[in-house]
């Protein structure tokens, strides 16, 4: 398996798009026990700092800034700061414009490649995003730690169930990329469309759909044989869609068909890699340790490091990194 790793645009689609805005929303269980994470971390350490300078690195929708700011107002209340930070200028729009408190700034940077001053910070924070920019990204972290500040961070748990199911999404979108369905379909239409004036191409027209409508079946009744899962149910609607439009091509402008095609080869080429990315960033005990083993002058023992479950569940998903700097 060849992952490409997501560019920036990958990221602002996904921030630009719907699945952004559900990140954004912090209404389920799971969300809840993330909430819950994050207010223990900043009760836990605002009320005995000076200053309130809070950096949330990846920040992506800002839930974290969110609930920074919301403990600093109800525990001490006064001036404080907030930098959301991200990859995806997508992710910082949508951080501060959701936020809509003067508080809060929003910087575009890579996570591995900070500008900011040492130790500018008083709480630093994480939430499923230095992992991806890996192990410099976390030394640049800590670097922005300001002394008695606190790093805190949650991370992709190598084996847990997220990654689990980002790899079997992966392993769904894969084998439909392999099956080119979509430039597949890219050809056919082209080729019918020179069909329509030239009878001898019918024949080719005829080869295609052939081929294409039998491995479609094929490729279905495959992923219907396991349970569910996002990428499945993706792909199952995209080979239905698919199938419409070109039955019903001749209802559809040539600039409509092409940009729609054109459309889901992006979002679905970005899917991939961001499900590659997540597999990819999950992090064992030992990968962690290491990190916590680089954050010179760090306070605390192996109670640094542990592991978070979600709400109801036995299982634990991700890690949980606090340290602290003499």
């Not at 991806?132 to 300001?146: H, I, L, S, T």
């Not at 597949?184 to 329509?196: E, N, P, V, W, Y």
């Not at 679905?268 to 954050?295: D, F, H, K, N």
């Not at 998903?317 to 602290?324: E, I």
Request: aromatic share 8%.
């Amino acid at each position: 398996m060849t992952t490409v790793p997501p560019s920036r645009d990958d990221w602002s689609a996904y921030w630009v798009g719907a699945e952004g805005g559900k990140a954004a929303v912090a209404g389920d269980e799971k969300a809840q026990t993330l909430s819950a994470f994050w207010i223990d971390v900043f009760e836990q350490t605002i009320p005995a700092l000076s200053s309130v300078r809070h950096l949330d690195m990846a920040c992506g929708a800002g839930t974290v800034t969110a609930t920074a700011r919301d403990v600093v107002d109800r525990l001490k209340p006064g001036d404080a700061s907030f930098v959301c930070c991200d990859y995806s200028s997508s992710a910082v729009h949508r951080a501060v414009r959701t936020a809509d408190d003067k508080r809060i700034s929003g910087v575009v940077s890579n996570a591995a490649a900070q500008t900011f001053a040492p130790q500018s910070f008083d709480v630093v924070t994480s939430q499923f995003g230095l992992e991806y920019a890996g192990p410099d990204a976390f030394r640049e972290a800590w670097r922005a730690v300001d002394s008695n500040g606190v790093l805190a961070a949650l991370i992709h748990m190598s084996g847990g169930p997220i990654e689990r199911e980002c790899s079997e999404n992966l392993r769904v979108l894969d084998r439909a990329h392999e099956q080119e369905f979509i430039p597949r379909m890219r050809k056919m239409i082209q080729t019918a469309r020179r069909a329509d004036t030239d009878h001898r191409v019918a024949a080719i027209v005829r080869k295609l759909e052939t081929a294409f409508f039998e491995d479609r079946k094929v490729f279905l009744r495959d992923i219907q044989k396991t349970p569910p899962n996002p990428a499945s149910v993706l792909i199952f609607q995209l080979l239905t869609d698919i199938g419409t439009l070109y039955q019903r091509r001749q209802n559809y402008q040539k600039s409509e068909a092409d940009g729609w095609i054109e459309h889901q080869q992006a979002e679905l080429g970005s899917y991939r890699s961001r499900m590659g990315s997540m597999v990819q960033a999950s992090m064992t005990r030992e990968q962690v340790q290491a990190i916590r083993e680089a954050c010179d002058g760090a306070q605390g023992g192996e109670d640094c490091i542990a592991k978070l479950h979600m709400h109801g569940d036995d299982e634990a998903c991700a890690w949980q990194l606090r340290l602290q700097r003499r």
